[in-house]
């Protein structure tokens, strides 16, 4: 963020600046293209693959949390074309079915009649411009408490492995959801769990007391489109309650760190339920 470029719009507040800095930070955690809408720092709606950009931002609008949605900051990590600079401005919300505001669209570049394109969607909309650079590169997060500061380094490794702990196995569309999903859990206010199904995130629980509420939230913004698809939680799951609650939705993989003194009675209820569980080894946890 510190090398932005605005090229339209009122100026930065400091939740703007915090808001588009945790949007930027999802899509870039993706090699491929990715489009994201962020609210209050944690995705409300993503989309990732190989597909077009205004294809994946109507994808992560119409199959996410598109309430959550309006006001939002939306994020890409290519270069905005013309197509989705069109799409910004013209598809309309699933609820209302008025066009969607947002306070901020942030992408790596803008093609020249795109850029000027989304200039016309309004006068207020900040239009940012800023580098990938290297987006896993080790780096410290600093934070202020009362009286002092925490520093730690920030959580940028895609290093992960996941080890099947089930009876049944994943599919080969199973495991690319999950590595979608368990790259968006790591961006979600813990306690995270994210659904997802075809590449886009359909449920997002965040920032709950306890895992099986995050899981519950899930469920019911996803409603039928969870059957089939995959749930991450951003560390381990204490009671086998939450893969009961993502079963009971329809997913049909569940993934956690592991390392639970209860890890059996979990994998016991994926076995019970016919659903795959996977433990990464990996907390994201993020507070």
Request: some cysteine; hydrophobic content about 45%.
């Amino acid at each position: 963020m510190g090398a932005m470029q605005q090229h339209h719009g009122k100026g930065m507040s400091y939740v703007n600046f915090l808001d588009a800095d945790a949007a930027f930070n999802v899509v870039c955690d993706f090699e491929g293209p990715a489009v994201a809408i962020i609210k209050h720092t944690n995705p409300a709606c993503l989309a990732a693959g190989d597909a077009p950009l205004a294809r994946l931002y109507e994808r992560a609008l119409t199959e996410g949390d598109f309430v959550s949605a309006y006001g939002g900051i939306v994020a890409v990590n290519r270069i905005v074309d013309m197509d989705l600079a069109v799409a910004l401005r013209d598809v309309l919300s699933p609820e209302s079915g008025v066009r969607m505001f947002y306070e901020i669209v942030i992408a790596p570049g803008y093609e020249p009649d795109a850029l000027d394109h989304l200039k016309k969607k309004s006068k207020d909309i900040r239009i940012l411009e800023a580098p990938i650079g290297d987006p896993h590169r080790e780096r410290l997060e600093v934070r202020g408490v009362r009286g002092g500061m925490l520093v730690e380094t920030a959580d940028v490794s895609l290093d992960t492995r996941f080890d099947v702990v089930s009876e049944r196995q994943p599919t080969k569309q199973e495991m690319a959801d999950l590595q979608i999903a368990w790259r968006v859990c790591k961006h979600v206010k813990s306690n995270a769990v994210a659904f997802v199904k075809d590449g886009v995130l359909i449920g997002m629980g965040a920032g709950q007391p306890n895992r099986v509420g995050s899981a519950e939230i899930c469920k019911a913004q996803a409603g039928e489109r969870a059957r089939g698809a995959v749930a991450a939680t951003d560390a381990l799951i204490p009671f086998p309650d939450t893969v009961e609650v993502c079963a009971s939705a329809g997913c049909t993989v569940v993934a956690h760190t592991g390392g639970s003194i209860r890890d059996d009675e979990s994998v016991a209820a994926a076995n019970r339920l016919g659903v795959t569980l996977i433990v990464t080894g990996v907390r994201h946890f993020r507070h």
